[in-house]
Each structure stands twice: as C-alpha cells, then as structure tokens.
C-alpha cells in the first residue's frame, strides 16, 4: 500500500450537504489510513460544514463550495472532474456520514490496482452486511437493486452504493452521464461502465447507519430515481 501511493495518486471525493457533524472527524480518520488528495464538493450547506473543513487547514483536504447547484449525482461528477485535473490514478467516492468506514479504503483501492476499474464497497455480497437501518429502508434499497439487476441486465450485487473506487479510464466513462445529477448517478455510472466492458469487482462492507445529521434521500429522490431507471431501461 504504501509503495502504491508513493506512485500513484488517489483522491478521495466526499460530497457534503449538512454533514458538519460527521465531516471533520471523518477527514482526519481517512487522512490517518490513507495517503492522497481529499475534495469535499459542499453544495453551500447552512450548517456551515465547508467553514468546518476549512479550518482544517490541510493542503491535501480541497473542499469546493458550489453556490448555485443542488444534486449528490452532480456533486459527485464536479468532485471526480478535479480527481482527473489533479491527475489522480484513482478516486474513492464515500458517503460523508461514516456509513462507509474508512477501514474498508485499503482493501477497495488494493482491488483497484489489481487492475479493475470500478471496485465497489458491496453490502450484498458474502460477508457485507447493513448494521441498524430500519426495515424500510432495507426495503428501498433491496428493491432498487432487484430492479437494476433486472431491468438493466446488471451483474452486480450492490449498485446503489457509493462507496466506490474508479479507474481514470471509469472516470471518463461516468463524467458522461451528466443528467443524471441525484441518487441516480450510481445507476447510469453502473451502466456506463458496464456498457463499455470496463471490469468491476465488489468487495464486502459492513454498513452502518448515521448516527449524526439527516438523511438526504427523500420522497422526491425516490421518484426521480425510480423515473431514471425507467428511462434508461426503456431506451437501452
Ligand atoms: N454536495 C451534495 N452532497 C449531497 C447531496 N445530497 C446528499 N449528499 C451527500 O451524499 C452523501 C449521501 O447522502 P445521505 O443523505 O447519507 O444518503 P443515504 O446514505 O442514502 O441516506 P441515509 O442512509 O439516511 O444517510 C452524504 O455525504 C450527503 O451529505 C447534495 O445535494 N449535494
Ligand atoms: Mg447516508
């Protein structure tokens, strides 16, 4: 691992929205496992979770406020954009609210470089598992990946997540999918990557549910992901 990092440069995207109670502690437990880049894309959140990370004041933590744009999907692109102008080798996408524990980096980035170029952080693959969420929630998310199995002729187990590592040559791939701009962004770069015969690998993660600040997906998430699927099931 740490030949690998003396060689090739890994960002870590984090996209942000409220999460001033997870972000700071998050950055410092990654930066204490992990040698690279951090980008946090905060979409001006209230709580003031870009001040947070700014007064970090570390050069390798690059946090990006966008004033104007809402979306974990757009987000997530604007993040993997400057992974690529950096000239990272690989950038990790997680979740900013310890749901993915930053444990699990070595062994996702270690799968990268055996020569994949979407490695995911898998809840539903021998040995994942999701710790504490409610039933309901295990129901959106099982069901969200029973229909992109289907639908999408899809091989993987958990698409959904976003605890993700991509090769530059994934990036470039996913960088397309540019209305895609929420929760659906998983889904087209799934499809993208697996369209273009790129190679993917899941790797087991324990997922826990958020103990600090609040969910984001909502109602109309639902919808607009449900109504994305559709589309692309439709036209593919
Ligand atoms: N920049 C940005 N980040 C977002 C946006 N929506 C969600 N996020 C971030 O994306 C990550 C995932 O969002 P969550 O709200 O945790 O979604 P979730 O994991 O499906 O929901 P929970 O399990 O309830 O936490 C978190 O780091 C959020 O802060 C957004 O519109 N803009
Ligand atoms: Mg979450």
Known sequence: MENLQRTKLISIVIPTYNERDNVVSLVKEILSKV???IIVVDDDSQDKTAEAVMSLNLSNVKIFVRKNERGLGSALRFGLLKALELGSSYAVTMDADFSHDPTYLKPLIEKAVEG????????????????????????ISKGANFM???LLKSSIHDNTSNYRVYSRQAIEKVLECDSAD?????ICAVYQVLKNRLKVAEVPIVFKDRERGQSKLNF?????????????????
């Open 35 to 37: 040698q690279g880049n």
């Open 116 to 139: 994949y170029d979407l490695v995911i952080g898998s809840r539903y693959v021998k040995g994942g598992r999701i710790e504490n969420w409610p039933l309901s929630r295990r129901l």
């Open 148 to 150: 992109v199995r289907l």
């Open 182 to 186: 929420g929760y659906e962004f998983q």
């Open 220 to 236: 109309k998430e639902i919808v607009k992901w449900l109504n994305y699927v559709l589309k692309l099931y439709l036209s593919s």
